[in-house]
């Protein structure tokens, strides 16, 4: 490996690292070959110099004719992996009682908030992704990037959505300091291991405070995310307006990307199903405005999808209802089926 100034690399020359631009989004992926229009894409950047795998004999390779769309999935894949490294590693380093580094989660962050404005089509793509492995790591990339996305949706300024994004990655950090024995269990939880867990809010909450280096509506946010508007939720039984605006954001966040994932305990729902679990809940226990822009934010992904019906056959959704986003026409074997009317047929997956 070398390390080059810009005005000595080579068409041919490999990337040894990923090459982060200076707003923090992956500008060139490790691996990448360099030509001379990539050189001089670098050279316009000013950077101090580049990590190369040392090839100077390597000729210049075609630049590959890649669609938009690959480039922008590559892209995601790369930094949605390199996420998960960074949040393993904070959740390790709380676990064994380190302060936290915040340094990697800053640039973790900024990476999200290029991905949600580059590319808001990342719902589907977070849908593929899912696996129950380390599900607490990429639960919190998950319910980081959502929460950012409806940040944007509501309109927030990039300060707050920088701090949605905080919240999202730390809401479960708390879960560190739940026994693993609790954490992992595959049946129901007894009366006190749910005491246990129900404290998972308030243990984070001192995490982040003993650290002292994140905002307060970070904070209350994570502490808030399982409050409820109608008081049901938990560890303090909130009601309406008291619960933290981050709170109401993180916490449709996380039961979006809960139900949509399988878990030990239960099989992930489809994501039509999870929409309407939502959309059931907006007037008594989360926050109607906030679930309503959600909905319409999300029902956006699903126009154009393959999905499966109960009766067996495939359509494609080719509309949605602007107030009714749960509630799609599927055109299917020719026949227009739509969900808004009272029907026997339901979509049972979206097959992408
Ligand atoms: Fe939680």
Redesign the pocket.
């Known amino acids: 490996m070398a390390y080059l100034k810009a005005e000595d690399l080579k068409p041919g020359m490999v990337l040894k690292s990923d090459f982060i631009n200076e707003r923090g989004s992956l500008f060139l992926a490790e691996g990448t070959a360099l030509t001379t229009h990539l050189i001089e894409r670098i050279k316009e950047l000013k950077v101090p110099y580049v990590s190369v795998v040392k090839d100077s004999d390597a000729k210049e390779v075609p630049h590959p004719h890649k669609t938009t769309y690959e480039i922008k999935t590559e892209n995601f894949l790369k930094a949605y992996n390199n996420s998960n490294r960074v949040i393993r590693e904070l959740f390790e380093s709380v676990q064994s009682g380190r302060r936290l580094d915040l340094d990697d989660i800053r640039e973790t962050v900024g990476i999200f908030i290029e991905l949600i404005h580059d590319d808001e089509n990342i719902v589907p793509k977070l849908q593929r992704i899912h696996m129950s492995d380390e599900y607490t790591y990429y639960h919190s990339i998950n319910v980081s990037l959502m929460s950012m996305l409806i940040g944007k949706w509501l309109k927030m300024p990039v300060r707050e959505l920088r701090k949605l994004g905080y919240t999202g990655v730390f809401?479960?950090i708390g879960?560190c300091k739940v026994p693993p024995e609790i954490l992992n269990k595959p049946d129901n939880l007894n009366e006190k291991e749910w005491s246990i867990m129900k404290q998972?809010?308030v243990y984070g909450y001192n995490i982040l405070k003993k650290n002292n280096v994140l905002s307060k509506d970070v904070l209350l946010g994570a502490l808030m995310?399982?409050e409820r508007k109608d008081g049901s939720g938990y560890p303090l039984g909130l009601k309406g307006n008291t619960i933290h605006t981050y709170g109401k954001i993180v916490a449709v966040a996380?039961i979006f990307d809960a139900m949509m994932s399988d878990r030990v305990y239960r099989k992930k729902r489809p994501p039509l199903q999870v929409a309407e679990y939502i959309e059931d809940r907006s007037f008594d226990s989360l926050d109607p405005y906030i679930s309503r822009v959600f909905l319409q934010g999300i029902s956006q992904f699903y126009v154009g999808n393959m999905v499966r019906l109960n009766d067996g056959r495939v359509g494609k959704v080719v509309y949605i209802y602007p107030h009714q986003p749960t509630k799609p026409v599927v055109l299917a074997e020719g026949e227009f089926l739509d969900f808004s009317k009272k029907s026997d047929v339901t979509i049972v997956e979206i097959i992408g």
């Open positions: 809401h479960d879960k998972h809010p995310h399982h996380d």
